[in-house]
T-cell receptor, first 116, second 110 residues
């Protein structure tokens, strides 16, 4: 079984460009979470999505960041007009089930974004 | 709100034991434990649910004190492969999301 897939694994963007991060959850999982991790720090929740719905985006900056999980295709985290402070590892996780976090989350390998 | 983990770091020799603690200031429904090796994705270890249900790794044990809003992860007879950063994630019941602690770095030496 394929696990959570994220691409690209490494992404370099110049200040002001857009970054698009993709996440394909485990087959059959309909819950996707995005986290940001700065070096030597913990995981910070950004957004929780189900198919075609944003359930909780309380951890996402109100400007420049957006996320979607369409009916078909991967979940996308989009960062517009990137700044150096956006440099971090972005992890996607998926879970089965219909009741939030009573189930383990399966993490993808992450996308390491570097803004120059 | 982010749970507090202690200690921040621990160094062990193979075969030694360690305890990692995770405390929250709010009532918890579940506690999740993950281990992350440098440059890799976090890997699921265990979930502890309010009411006593557990599921997870065979060789790692944990406890969940609901009244004190605390969880502890026990590393017994540590092996070199136990090295990594351990994170607890807590969920308050209506959040449907995890708040992760800052992590505890475990180094196991031969």
């Amino acid at each position: 079984n394929a696990g959570v897939m994220q691409n690209p694994r490494h992404l370099v963007r110049r200040r002001g460009q857009e970054a698009r991060l993709r996440c394909s959850p485990v087959k059959g999982h309909s819950h996707v979470y995005w986290y940001r991790q700065l070096p030597e720090e913990g995981l910070k929740f950004m957004v929780y999505l189900q198919k075609e719905n944003i359930i909780d985006e309380s951890g996402m900056p109100k400007e420049r960041f957006s996320a979607e999980f369409p009916k078909e295709g991967p979940s996308i985290l989009r960062i517009q007009q990137v700044v150096r402070g956006d440099s971090a590892a972005y992890f996607c996780a998926s879970s089965p089930g219909t009741a939030g976090v009573r189930y383990e989350q399966y993490f993808g390998p992450g996308t390491r974004l570097t803004v120059t | 709100q982010q749970p507090v983990q202690s200690p921040q770091a621990v160094i062990l020799r193979e075969g030694e034991d360690a305890v990692i603690n995770c405390s929250s200031s709010k009532a918890l429904y579940s506690v999740h434990w993950y281990r992350q090796k440098h440059g890799e994705a976090p890997v699921f270890l265990m979930i502890l649910l309010k009411g006593g249900e557990q599921k997870g790794h065979e060789k790692i044990s944990a406890s969940f004190n609901e009244k004190k809003q605390q969880s502890s992860l026990y590393l017994t007879a540590s092996q070199l492969s136990y090295s990594g950063t351990y994170f607890c994630g807590t969920e308050g019941g209506n959040d449907y999301k995890l708040s992760f602690g800052a992590g505890t770095t475990v180094t196991v030496r031969a």
